[in-house]
Nanobody, 125 residues
Framework: QVQLQESGGGLVQAGGSLRLSCAAT?????????MGWFRQAPGKEREFVAA????????YYAESVEGRFTISRDNVKNTVYLQMNSLKPEDTAVYYC?????????????????WGQGTQVTVSS
């Protein structure tokens, strides 16, 4: 069974940066799959942040993070990353990574499975 473990969250001032990691353990088969990052703020639904195809060549971003966040992957290390720059208070949320297991839209959380426990990102103003 695939297990995903996020790390790298924390408290940062507005304008700062964080790098999140998502490591796959167990049956390591994130290789060959789309991977995504989502986030959920208190009282809000989980929303799409970024996705990356199996090769790492094609990446996709929510409009709210375009130009500030960068998703990448290392298939040898079975790890996906999210580099977050120019952070804003509205980026505060729990961030989750997930493996896309269905054939629908990359921005729909319903197309993903094997969610991690999440890592908290808090951006102070």
């Amino acid at each position: 069974q695939v297990q995903l473990q996020e790390s790298g969250g924390g408290l940062v001032q507005a304008g700062g940066s964080l790098r999140l990691s998502c490591a796959a353990t167990g049956d390591t088969f994130i290789r060959g799959y789309f991977m995504g990052w989502f986030r959920q703020a208190p009282g809000k639904e989980r929303e799409f942040v970024a996705a990356i195809d199996w090769s790492g060549v094609n990446t996709y971003y929510a409009e709210s993070v375009e130009g500030r966040f960068t998703i990448s992957r290392d298939n040898v290390k079975n790890t996906v990353y999210l580099q977050m720059n120019s952070l804003k208070p509205e980026d505060t949320a729990v961030y989750y990574c997930s493996k896309k297991v269905r054939s629908g839209s990359y921005y729909s959380r319903n197309e993903y499975g094997y969610w991690g426990q999440g890592t908290q990102v808090t951006v102070s103003s």
